[in-house]
């Protein structure tokens, strides 16, 4: 059985519906949802193309990869996703496997800093490895400014997603900037202790849906003691308890490889979800390439799961 979940992670072609991802659609402009000081300002791309941008934060030069979507005009909001690389990966890189620019969304893929350790690998704050001194949290900050600042975005419809290093720094992003982004979604999370912080208290209930591989080699499912990392199913459950929620629904097998928990009751209309893929190595569900080392369902597309759990959430009032 085992070796038949092995080659269905590999080969599965059809893509199956999650339980709690409607169908995937194009974005909805709510009437009442801010605009940005960006909408009517002249795009500083073509839509349906991918740039490098250049901006200064805690007066350090900082890039990232920035995407306009097919149809963007700066007369009408759009949803904003901000997805940041793994360990050593850069915002180009992710954009490359990770399919989020097919979306009818801005998406932003910013850069990190080089760290410690081996090799020139750039990293984010929150792991044993990150750059001393780099406060990410802040240039994420500076980094929706800007793009709210030159872009029409809805800044109700603002997203977090990443790999890795970068997953877990979206769980510090859900401490503390839950009055920024509406929603996160975490892929093959590193979650150290750096990420979670003991006095994570968010300013509102953040919706969160997490993707991870049961065999994950590189950030375990059943958490590594030695590193500090956490099961992955005990960092769901606290997310659950954070929230607020009242209701874990039965866990759901979708397809040959996928399995899905919920948690639904949650304060102020939040939900928490996570999506097992059997056997799943550190990848990108769906990923369009290498994502990282072992097996790589194409079961499900993360992009268009977390697309369909986003588009679900937005925050409830103008936050600035």
């Not at 059985?1 to 909805?28: D, E, I, Q, S, T």
């Amino acid at each position: 059985m085992k070796g038949l979940l092995r080659r269905a992670c590999v080969l599965a072609a059809a893509l199956v519906a999650v339980p709690f991802a409607p169908a995937y659609a194009g974005p909805a402009h709510a009437a009442d949802s801010p605009r940005s000081g960006g909408c009517g300002a002249p795009a500083p791309q073509h839509p349906g193309t991918s740039a490098l941008h250049t901006m200064t934060s805690g007066g350090r030069e900082r890039t990232y990869q920035l995407h306009l979507p097919n149809g963007y005009t700066p007369d009408r909001s759009w949803p904003l996703i901000v997805a940041y690389h793994g360990r050593g990966n850069t915002g180009a890189g992710t954009e490359a496997f990770s399919r989020l620019s097919a979306l009818p969304a801005i998406v932003a893929y910013p850069n990190g800093v080089v760290g410690t350790g081996d090799g020139e690998r750039q990293a984010w704050q929150g792991a044993p490895y990150a750059a001393a001194g780099v406060d990410d949290v802040a240039f994420t900050g500076d980094l929706l400014d800007s793009l709210e600042g030159s872009l029409c975005v809805d800044e109700r419809r603002v997203y977090a997603t990443g790999k890795s290093n970068s997953a877990g720094f979206t769980g510090l992003l859900a401490c503390r900037m839950a009055d920024r982004f509406a929603a996160v979604a975490p892929v093959a999370g590193a979650f150290y202790p750096g990420t979670r912080e003991g006095g994570c208290d968010p300013k509102r209930p953040m919706p969160v849906l997490d993707f991870h591989g049961t065999g994950d080699t590189t950030i375990p499912y059943a958490g590594d003691v030695d590193r500090g990392l956490p099961a992955i199913q005990d960092w769901v459950r606290e997310w659950a308890d954070r929230d607020g929620c009242r209701t874990q629904a039965p866990d759901e097998t979708v397809g040959p490889d996928i399995t899905t928990s919920r948690w639904t009751g949650c304060a102020g209309g939040a939900e928490v979800a996570h999506v097992a893929v059997t056997d799943g190595g550190h990848t990108w569900p769906g990923a369009d390439g290498y994502s990282g080392g072992g097996c790589t369902t194409q079961t499900i597309q993360a992009h268009k799961v977390m697309w369909a759990f986003f588009r679900h959430h937005q925050l409830p009032s103008p936050t600035r």
